[in-house]
C-alpha cells in the first residue's frame, strides 16, 4: 500500500528566490541530476497561468491583507511550503486525469484548512522521478496579522495535517495510507525523512548558487561605481584651472578694484563651477550607492556561509540516513547466517517478513529483494496468504451484505 505524503517548511523572504528558480526551472540544475528536461515542459502550475515573482506576488498579498501597526520583521517567515506527493507505484496506477485530480484535491484541502487566499502557487513537477507538488502560502491570519506561529506553532498542528489529509483524498477515492506517524515502522519513517532531506537539499542547492549569483554582481556594481567615481575626478583636470587664467586689474583709490578678463575665460569659469557643483553631488550620491552596495555584499556573505552550513548539515544528515540503511541490511544477513542452522525453515520466514514489510511501503515484490529460493518461496507464501485474507474478507463482506438485505425485506 502506497502512503499519502505531506510535508511543510518555513522560508524567511531570503530563501523566496531560491524556492522560485526551482519550482519554475528558471535555472538548469547542476545538482539535482532527478530532472529531466525533457520533460520539464509538462510541469504545471494549477493556480498560476504563467510563471510569477514569488517576491513580488507575497508582497502584494502583505500589502493588501496585512493589518499590523509594527513594521514586519526582516526575519519573519513570509513563506510557507508544502510538498505533496506518495510513491511512484501510486502514481504508475492513475491515469494523467486521476493524477491531475490527485494534485487538485490536495490544494483545495490546504485551501479550506489554511485560507484560500493565502495559497500563492501550486506547481506539480512531473519531470522527475515521482511526479509530486509545491504548493506555496502566505501565512496571514484572519485577523490580517503574517503570523505561521499561529497556524504551525502547536506541536499537534503536523500531525493533526498529516490525519486529516489523509482523510480527505481517501475520501475522494484515492486508496492510500496515513503518512508517518509515531507508531509507524523505523523503516516508513526513515523512508519519509529521505523524501524531505532530498526536497531541501535541492531547494538549498539551488537558493546557494543563486546567492553566488547576486555577489558577483553586486561585486561587478562596486567595482564599476569605483570607476565611475575615479572618471568624474579625472574629467575636472580638463578643465582650465583658474589660477591659469590672465587677470588685468583695473580701478584703484577712487573707483573699487575689478578684475577684467577674457570672455571665453570668464564663461570657462562659470562652466567649472556648475560641474564642480554637479560632479561634488554626484559623487555623494554614488559613494552613499556604493556603501549600500557593500552592505549588500557583506550581508550575502553572511547568508551564504549560512547556506553552506545548512546544507552541508542536510548532507550528513542524508548519509546517516544511508548508513543506517546499509546497517539494517548487514544485521539482518548477519541474524540470517547465525539462525539458518539452528530455525527450521528460517529463510523462508525471513521472505515472509520481508514481503510484509515491501508490502506495507507500498513496494512491489521483486527478485532482487529477496538473497535465495527459500526467501522467494517465504515472499510467495505472504502473497499467498494475503490472498486468501481478502478472500475471506470479500465473503464475510457479501454474507453481511446479504444478511442485512434480508433483514430490510
Given at each position: 500500500m502506497s502512503f499519502a505524503v505531506i510535508h511543510m517548511k518555513k522560508f524567511k523572504s531570503a530563501d523566496v528566490k531560491g524556492m522560485q528558480i526551482h519550482n519554475q526551472r528558471e535555472k538548469e540544475s547542476k545538482t539535482n541530476m532527478d530532472i529531466d528536461k525533457e520533460r520539464s515542459s509538462l510541469n504545471y502550475d494549477l493556480l498560476n497561468h504563467a510563471p510569477i515573482d514569488y517576491d513580488e506576488r507575497i508582497q502584494q498579498e502583505i500589502d493588501e491583507r496585512y493589518l499590523g501597526e509594527r513594521a514586519i520583521r526582516k526575519d519573519a517567515v513570509k513563506l510557507c511550503s508544502f510538498v505533496v506527493t506518495s510513491d511512484k507505484a501510486f502514481f504508475d496506477g492513475l491515469d494523467p486525469q486521476e493524477e491531475k485530480r490527485f494534485f487538485e484535491e490536495s490544494v483545495k484541502f490546504l485551501q479550506d484548512r489554511y485560507g484560500e487566499k493565502n495559497m500563492v502557487y501550486a506547481v506539480v513537477h512531473k519531470d522527475e522521478k515521482t511526479p509530486h507538488m509545491h504548493v506555496g502560502m502566505v501565512p496571514i491570519t484572519s485577523e490580517g496579522k503574517l503570523a505561521a506561529k499561529q497556524f504551525f506553532g502547536k506541536k499537534t498542528e503536523l500531525q493533526q495535517l498529516q490525519d486529516k489529509f489523509h482523510e480527505h483524498v481517501t475520501k475522494k477515492g484515492f486508496d492510500l495510507e496515513r503518512g508517518v506517524s509515531s507508531d509507524r515502522k523505523h523503516i516508513e519513517a526513515n523512508r519519509f525523512k529521505a523524501l524531505s532531506v532530498k526536497e531541501e537539499v535541492k531547494s538549498l542547492e539551488n537558493e546557494l548558487k543563486e546567492k553566488l549569483d547576486d555577489k558577483q554582481s553586486l561585486e561587478t556594481s562596486v567595482k564599476d561605481i569605483e570607476g565611475r567615481l575615479s572618471d568624474l575626478g579625472k574629467s575636472l583636470n580638463h578643465v582650465k584651472k583658474v589660477d591659469?587664467?590672465?587677470?588685468?586689474?583695473?580701478?584703484?583709490?577712487?573707483?573699487?578694484?575689478?578684475?577684467?578678463?577674457?570672455?571665453?575665460?570668464?564663461?570657462?569659469?562659470?562652466?567649472?563651477?556648475?560641474?564642480?557643483?554637479?560632479?561634488?553631488?554626484?559623487?555623494?550620491?554614488?559613494?552613499?550607492?556604493?556603501?549600500?552596495?557593500?552592505?549588500?555584499?557583506?550581508?550575502?556573505?553572511?547568508?551564504?556561509?549560512?547556506?553552506?552550513?545548512?546544507?552541508?548539515?542536510?548532507?550528513?544528515?542524508?548519509?546517516?540516513?544511508?548508513?543506517?540503511?546499509?546497517?539494517?541490511?548487514?544485521?539482518?544477513?548477519?541474524?540470517?547466517?547465525?539462525?539458518?542452522?539452528?530455525?527450521?525453515?528460517?529463510?523462508?520466514?525471513?521472505?515472509?517478513?520481508?514481503?510484509?514489510?515491501?508490502?506495507?511501503?507500498?513496494?512491489?515484490?521483486?527478485?532482487?529483494?529477496?538473497?535465495?529460493?527459500?526467501?522467494?518461496?517465504?515472499?510467495?507464501?505472504?502473497?499467498?496468504?494475503?490472498?486468501?485474507?481478502?478472500?475471506?474478507?470479500?465473503?464475510?463482506?457479501?454474507?453481511?451484505?446479504?444478511?442485512?438485505?434480508?433483514?430490510?425485506?
Open positions: 591659469e587664467v590672465e587677470v588685468k586689474e583695473k580701478g584703484g583709490l577712487v573707483r573699487s578694484r575689478t578684475v577684467e578678463l577674457a570672455q571665453e575665460d570668464f564663461e570657462g569659469i562659470k562652466t567649472l563651477a556648475k560641474v564642480s557643483e554637479g560632479l561634488k553631488i554626484k559623487s555623494e550620491q554614488l559613494e552613499g550607492y556604493w556603501i549600500q552596495e557593500v552592505q549588500k555584499n557583506d550581508q550575502l556573505k553572511d547568508e551564504n556561509s549560512i547556506l553552506k552550513k545548512e546544507n552541508d548539515r542536510l548532507k550528513d544528515e542524508n548519509k546517516e540516513l544511508v548508513r543506517e540503511n546499509t546497517f539494517l541490511t548487514r544485521t539482518l544477513e548477519k541474524v540470517k547466517d547465525l539462525y539458518k542452522d539452528k530455525i527450521k525453515d528460517f529463510s523462508q520466514s525471513l521472505g515472509t517478513v520481508k514481503a510484509f514489510v515491501l508490502d506495507k511501503m507500498g513496494d512491489k515484490l521483486l527478485q532482487r529483494h529477496f538473497t535465495d529460493d527459500d526467501e522467494i518461496k517465504g515472499g510467495q507464501k505472504f502473497l499467498s496468504n494475503k490472498n486468501l485474507e481478502q478472500e475471506r474478507e470479500k465473503q464475510t463482506q457479501q454474507t453481511r451484505k446479504n444478511r442485512d438485505s434480508g433483514m430490510e425485506r
